[in-house]
């Protein structure tokens, strides 16, 4: 199946200043790598996604940027804000999008 | 608005117990599934469904059960249930025709004493 190592496991980061989590993979044939936020005490929240054919999407404050020849594809949050406190789990697609592998979560700490 | 929506949210059980949680959507989504997540583990794979008679084992569905019992629900069962099954457990859905998002419910704290 498809293996997902998610780095660094822990983030610190002094608010505004930028935070950079990067996620590998194993499976060449996924096509799907979305980004989740989980909050304490809540769901894992989907806060962007990209698919193969595309190499870098941006929402805001947030970027994904995908590199399939070394199969990584990393998240970049900028002028980081104290609600940007969380765990962000990572994931790739395998079986033919059927499912989803997730990393082990990074947790981000904005220290205002 | 559609939605995700697990019962019971909290559990409190003991070695032994026949446990069952279940998971309801109102997003009209054929794909659903059912995760475990443990600290420091990430979210694992026990069972997903693509359609009422389409089940299929995750990474780790042993001592875990399912049924669909119609699109719109999906229950896990824990037959003897065991300390270390001791977790939070996430449902989600998913459509095939649309994207491959995957949507969570609000999980269910399920402690094995």
């Known amino acids: 199946g498809e293996n997902v190592e998610q780095h660094p496991s822990t983030l610190s980061v002094q608010e505004g200043d930028s935070a950079v989590i990067k996620c590998t993979y194993s499976?060449?044939?996924?096509?799907?790598f979305p980004w989740y936020k989980q909050e304490l005490g809540k769901r894992p929240q989907l806060i962007i996604d990209?698919?193969?054919?595309?190499g870098e999407k941006k929402d805001q404050r947030i970027a994904v940027t995908l590199n399939k020849t070394a199969k990584h594809f990393s998240l970049h949050i900028t002028e980081t804000q104290p609600e940007d406190s969380a765990v962000y789990f990572c994931?790739?697609?395998?079986?033919?999008?059927?499912?989803?592998?997730f990393g082990k979560g990074n947790q981000v700490v904005v220290i205002p | 608005d559609a939605d995700v929506t697990q019962t019971p949210r909290n559990r409190i059980t003991k070695t032994g117990k026949r446990i069952m949680l279940e998971c309801s959507q109102t997003?009209?989504?054929?794909?659903m599934y059912w995760y475990r997540q443990d600290p420091g583990l990430g979210l694992r794979l026990i069972y997903y469904?693509?359609?009422?008679?389409?089940?299929n084992k995750g990474e780790i569905s042993d001592g875990y059960s399912v049924s669909r019992q119609a699109q719109a629900k999906f229950s896990l069962s824990l037959e003897s249930a065991i300390p270390n099954q001791t977790a939070l457990y996430f449902c989600?859905?998913?459509?095939?025709?649309?994207?491959?998002?995957?949507?969570f419910g609000p999980g269910t704290r399920l402690t094995v004493l």
């Open positions: 997003k009209g989504h054929d794909r």
């Open positions: 989600a859905t998913s459509d095939r025709f649309s994207t491959d998002t995957q949507y």
């Open positions: 499976d060449s044939a996924s096509n799907y």
């Open positions: 990209i698919r193969s054919n595309v």
């Open positions: 469904s693509f359609d009422v008679k389409d089940i």
């Open positions: 994931a790739a697609s395998f079986y033919g999008n059927n499912r989803l592998a």
